[in-house]
């Protein structure tokens, strides 16, 4: 077999390997982080659904998500945000149960300009 059949070869194995481990890794939880760019798709539907003007709101970080002794997960997010007219962050805290269903959505801290 020539060198290049067997790059080939090697390189299909891993490509299939990484896509086995990257649905195995996704659906280890109902509620993950993007292996991606590390976001979190229900997040991303929740914000499409309830903010009108993503442009005032956008993540500029993505936590990671934690599961909690019931069954819920919670997901730090900071995002740029539009307050009083002014630029500023928020750090929210997203909780979805165990189905990944939205339950809540809290403002942990607000800054000033940025």
Request: net charge positive; with cysteine; hydrophobic share 45%.
């Amino acid at each position: 077999m020539s060198r290049r059949k067997i790059a080939l070869v090697v390189l299909a194995f891993l490509s299939l390997f990484t896509s086995v481990g990257w649905l195995v890794e996704s659906r280890r939880q109902v509620v993950h982080n993007s292996l991606w760019d590390g976001s979190v798709a229900q997040v991303r539907v929740w914000l499409r659904r309830n903010w009108l003007d993503l442009r005032l709101r956008s993540p500029i970080e993505w936590g990671q998500v934690e599961k909690t002794a019931p069954g819920d997960f919670l997901v730090p997010c900071t995002f740029r945000t539009i307050v009083d007219g002014k630029p500023a962050t928020t750090e929210a805290l997203f909780t979805f149960d165990a189905r990944g269903q939205y339950v809540d959505v809290k403002a942990v801290h607000r800054s000033g300009e940025i």
